[in-house]
């Protein structure tokens, strides 16, 4: 749970402070979203590398080397002096957090397989907690720069992840061992590939919300300052809530059911967002966006590490690589779809895919649909 809590806390700092920056250095949204790129194009690749990795080295042991490579890294895109400094600021940062995000999950999937529990929702849950303690750092923390802020933050996640790292148990003798042969990809379990899909829709959405809430904010406070993070702040702190309620909901609902509470959730929350409503309700539309995308992550992790425990790493990297390359390329999308018309008609288009992803629910459980 405390690896779960550090990973993102220096990223919810600085996805709180990208308005500063962006008025900083004197980006527009679409310079914005072209520098927003480095992350998926660095990302992607490194996921996949890290599947194999994990099999030779073992979760723990790329959790302690990787942590502190990525609180370097995280304060890097504060000092940016153009777009282009920022854009390779964020290709580092994503080189080094795909390890992080494999090996993670990874360890989270076998403990639930070996132990007999049920904890995903919860490790996610911690995970959002962690973005939105570093949210919350970087808007409250008067007084202090964005490079202090995200020194402070980075110290903290650092040192803390590596001390979590060596102290996580061993998970038996088969921790390590020889990468499995690879795949064609007719071999690639079909249940795999939907669920994949439906975890792009719903973190694409996440991506943009964490990218672009408080940019939306300041748009319509009118106030490019610190003061409009407060909307990542609220967003992580509904999506904690919905995950540490997520193991009680699905021991109760069901996963597919789960599901489908959720991403309606999210559905009113980007329409609460969009409509021509008064400013404050924006607010409440984040909360509900951020309860409808909690379940998606944990809920596929589990759906996914119950597949077959030959390629358990290989197939949370895919599922990894499709879903978080949903949470990178989804805010440059939409910063250049913003630059066209605005962000208002920007975060419209996340509402069919949302509503695809509803429709896939169902793969959550493959024993259901074959």
Not at 203 to 224: F, N, Q
Not at 261 to 268: E, F
Request: a positive charge; one cysteine or more.
């Amino acid at each position: 749970m405390t690896i779960f809590v550090l990973q993102p806390f220096a990223i919810g700092g600085w996805l709180a402070l990208i308005p500063v920056i962006k008025e900083t250095i004197g980006l527009s949204k679409g310079q914005l979203a072209f520098a927003l790129i480095g992350m998926p194009i660095a990302l992607i690749p490194s996921l996949q590398i890290a599947g194999r990795v994990l099999s030779g080295f073992g979760p723990r042991r790329v959790l302690w080397t990787f942590f502190p490579l990525q609180a370097v890294a995280a304060i890097l895109p504060v000092l940016s002096t153009s777009g282009p400094t920022l854009f390779l600021s964020l290709v580092l940062l994503g080189a080094v957090t795909g390890f992080n995000e494999v090996a993670m999950n990874v360890y989270a999937g076998r403990l639930e397989k070996r132990a007999g529990v049920m904890i995903m929702n919860r490790c996610h849950g911690f995970w959002a907690a962690g973005l939105m303690g570093g949210s919350a750092v970087a808007v409250f923390s008067e007084g202090l720069t964005p490079v202090q802020v995200m020194l402070l933050l980075a110290a903290v996640s650092g040192a803390g992840g590596v001390l979590a790292a060596t102290r996580m148990p061993r998970l038996g003798i088969d921790e390590t061992g020889a990468a499995p042969p690879r795949r064609r990809f007719t071999e690639v379990p079909r249940a795999l590939l939907f669920v994949a899909v439906f975890m792009f829709l719903v973190t694409l959405t996440e991506g943009v919300l964490a990218d672009w809430s408080a940019v939306y904010l300041a748009e319509r406070l009118g106030d490019p300052t610190t003061t409009a993070g407060i909307a990542v702040t609220v967003f992580s702190g509904f999506m904690a809530g919905g995950r540490f309620l997520g193991d009680y909901l699905k021991r109760k609902l069901g996963g597919v059911a789960l599901a489908r509470l959720t991403t309606g959730s999210a559905i009113v929350g980007i329409l609460l967002v969009v409509l021509p409503l008064p400013v404050w309700m924006v607010l409440p539309g984040f909360a509900a966006a951020g309860f409808g995308i909690s379940a998606a992550y944990p809920l596929g992790v589990s759906a996914i590490a119950a597949l077959d425990d030959e390629y358990e790493s290989a197939n949370i990297a895919i599922m990894a690589t499709v879903a978080l390359g949903g949470f990178l390329v989804g805010p440059p999308l939409i910063g250049f779809v913003s630059e066209a018309l605005s962000l208002r008609a920007a975060f419209v288009t996340l509402i069919p895919g949302l509503i695809t992803a509803f429709l896939l629910t169902k793969w959550l459980d493959p024993r259901r649909v074959g």
